[in-house]
């Protein structure tokens, strides 16, 4: 059977749900990707920043546009050197000014993507999958890009049935 991996990062604390600032102790991409892992069967790799995001929802959403514009690569609390034992590697996170965070792109850029499929997930508060599909592309150079998995963060806790059929129709078939 393929190998999966999950790579994602997903934050704690404040966060825009529904139309207001909530504080969520658990992230909603965190939720989504234990629900691929027991779907998958797969490992999961958390990115965690060195420096933390500010606390504060509106500073936090200034700290990640300013990042984006200077194309930034936050440090890494832990990096994966390798994905030689997998087949098939989940990108998770939420969306960040439609996109993922550019810690995902530090992540992404150390590794050797030939021969591999990656599947992009994103959680967000109205914007889909956005970029997520075109940011692998650019990201995991040799792979190819399967269809992607879009959850509402708001939705995350009762998305389990909507993540085990994309697993079933996608990455484990
Ligand atoms: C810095 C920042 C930027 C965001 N930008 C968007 C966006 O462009 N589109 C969108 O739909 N949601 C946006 N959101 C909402 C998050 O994508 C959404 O709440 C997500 O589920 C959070 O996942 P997490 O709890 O795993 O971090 C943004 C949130 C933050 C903190």
């Not at 998770?92 to 530090?106: E, K, M, Q, R």
């Amino acid at each position: 059977m393929a190998k999966t991996l999950v790579i994602y990062y997903s934050k704690t604390g404040q966060n825009y749900v529904n139309g207001s600032v909530r504080n969520l102790e658990k992230g909603n991409t965190e939720i989504v990707a234990e629900f691929i892992r027991d779907a998958a069967d797969a490992d999961l790799f958390k990115i965690e920043t060195v420096k933390e995001y500010a606390p504060d929802y509106f500073d936090c959403i200034e700290e990640a546009q300013q990042e984006l514009r200077e194309d930034a690569r936050p440090e890494l609390k832990n990096y994966l050197d390798s994905i030689d034992d997998y087949d098939n590697i989940v990108v998770a996170g939420p969306c960040w000014w439609g996109t993922y965070p550019c810690a995902v792109f530090t992540q992404l850029d150390r590794l050797d993507f030939a021969g591999k499929k990656v599947f992009p997930v994103m959680t967000h508060e109205g914007s889909g999958l956005a970029g997520s599909a075109r940011a692998l592309k650019e990201h995991c150079a040799g792979a190819e890009v399967g269809k992607g998995l879009a959850i509402h963060g708001a939705e995350a806790a009762g998305s389990e049935s909507a993540v085990v059929k994309w697993v079933k129709e996608t990455v484990a078939k």
